[in-house]
């Protein structure tokens, strides 16, 4: 099986293994003086990429959740990372319909945990809709309308 990788460099090891233990609810599989490893299995991974963002390189990483119970179990591990909750609750992202919140780890890198319970037409609506202003001047769709999941076809 293959296993998506992602490697975050820190600041502290210990102030960011207290974090990511609270945030997986599982200790480090191998831990060094200047290094922590955890081989997760359980979440897998949802990597995406985006345009029209003035900085490039990690937006956030996160956390997908299959159903409503693992999103609160997440979210109450995100509490007990200590880092600062904003709750977003149910929003429209990435062309989906999502209930997420997100946290800030120790070196100030963003982290959601969501659970998408349908699709949207347009990338995104609310607080944190950044749509691109070349694709948005160009924009010809039905803005804020959701997609109907019965006759939406997704690309696999």
């Not at 609270?22 to 200790?27: G, P």
């Not at 003086?33 to 299995?41: I, N, R, S, T, V």
């Not at 963003?110 to 699709?119: K, Q, V």
């Amino acid at each position: 099986m293959k296993r998506f990788h992602i490697h975050v460099r820190v600041k502290s090891i210990e102030e960011s293994t207290a974090f990511y233990n609270a945030l997986f609810s599982q200790q480090p599989s191998l831990l060094k003086g200047d290094y922590a490893k955890w081989m997760l299995e359980d979440p897998r991974i949802n990597f995406a990429i985006s345009t029209g963002h003035t900085e490039h390189g990690i937006e956030h990483l996160g956390l997908q959740l299959e159903t409503e119970a693992e999103l609160q179990q997440v979210y109450e591990n995100m509490q007990k990372a200590k880092g600062t909750l904003r709750e977003e609750g149910e929003c429209t992202c990435c062309y989906s319909k999502s209930q997420k919140s997100w946290i800030t780890d120790p070196q100030g890198v963003d982290w959601e945990a969501f659970f998408t319970h349908g699709t949207a037409t347009v990338y995104g609506e609310g607080i944190n809709a950044k749509p691109a202003p070349e694709v948005m001047e160009q924009w010809t769709g039905n803005d804020g309308k959701s997609a109907d999941l019965k006759t939406t076809k997704l690309l696999e």
